[in-house]
């Protein structure tokens, strides 16, 4: 059985030092190895709850505490399950690319049967979950799955699967801020508007950036596998592409702000979230996978940038 940390994950991850030894392959199915996926599934339903509680000048009760617990744990439960139904369709692909051969699966520490069994399990618990929101969250929720089932089969069909994954990464954005926009105490089924909207939209795209900037690492193996991404399609454009993208999911996010009527400190935090996309630009060199998985990783900072420019906004500054 391999013990050794897998290519995208760090050296010192906990799964590697401590996790007991017949777990290991399980947790690095669920990719809890590299929580920076985690990180980008979560924060956009952390900044839908956020902006919920602007709009509908909202306090902060036990109700919405629970909602940032369960968020996380369930934003590391479905990302695990994602990863696993990823893993499985994708079995004979990722034999071929030296960066996933040696995942559970592939590698044949875990038979797919075994993952789909994984998978169930982890759902289950999400739904749990899941049932202590309200109504339209719930409905989110179970429409989330199509999303999550489709995607791997996206780099089949289209150049753009990356896009595919901002439409299921920042599903969340949606189901925060319809989950706060009404606690389930009150008697409501959640609501909707046209600020949740435009945050999703800007979300898009900020994952059409950063996972376009993952792609690179494998553009040479996906070439040879048949796998069709964005960043093979934008070519020798990548640089100029990821900059349209990360423009657009400034723009996005400043109309969601817009609309919502937030205070002024998010406007200085939207002009540090835009830096922050400008160093990634600027740094970018579509030949070096190592520096595109840092610059991949170093969007959780962003995400917590638009954050805190939301979460400021909520507080009073």
């Known amino acids: 059985m391999t013990t050794a940390p897998l290519p995208d994950a760090t050296a010192d991850n906990w799964v590697d030092r401590h996790a007991p030894q017949k777990l290991k392959p399980w947790l690095k199915l669920g990719r809890f190895d590299r929580p920076i996926g985690t990180w980008l599934l979560l924060l956009p339903g952390w900044q839908g709850i956020a902006l919920a509680l602007i709009q509908n000048g909202k306090g902060f009760g036990w109700y919405e505490a629970w909602l940032v617990l369960g968020f996380a744990l369930g934003s590391a439960l479905m990302r695990g399950a994602g990863c696993a139904v990823n893993d499985i369709v994708d079995r004979d692909f990722d034999a071929q690319v030296a960066r996933t051969a040696s995942r559970p699966i592939p590698s044949g520490q875990i038979s797919a049967k075994q993952a789909a069994a994984f998978v169930v399990g982890i759902s289950l618990v999400s739904f749990c979950i899941l049932l202590t929101m309200n109504l339209l969250a719930i409905g989110l929720g179970f429409l989330s799955l199509f999303l999550v089932a489709a995607y791997p089969f996206m780099k089949r069909i289209t150049w753009w699967p990356q896009a595919w994954l901002g439409l299921t990464f920042n599903w969340g954005a949606l189901l925060g801020f319809a989950a706060a926009s009404y606690g389930v105490a009150l008697g409501t089924d959640g609501s909707l508007g046209l600020s949740a909207a435009l945050l999703y939209i800007g979300g898009l795209f900020w994952t059409l950036g950063y996972d376009t900037i993952y792609a690179l690492q494998d553009i040479e193996d996906d070439a040879m596998a048949g796998v069709k991404s964005s960043a093979r399609r934008l070519g020798s454009k990548v640089r100029e592409g990821v900059a349209v993208f990360y423009v657009l999911a400034v723009l996005l996010a400043g109309a969601a702000g817009w609309v919502a ?19 990634q630009v600027v740094k970018l060199d579509p030949a070096n996978p190592v520096l595109a998985l840092k610059l991949f990783k170093s969007n959780r900072e962003a995400g917590l940038i638009l954050l805190a420019a939301i979460a400021f906004s909520w507080i009073g500054f």
């Not at 200085?268 to 996309?277: G, I, N, Q, T, V």
């Open 261 to 279: 009527d937030v205070g002024p400190l998010f406007w200085a935090f939207l002009a540090l979230y835009a830096a922050h996309f400008v160093w």
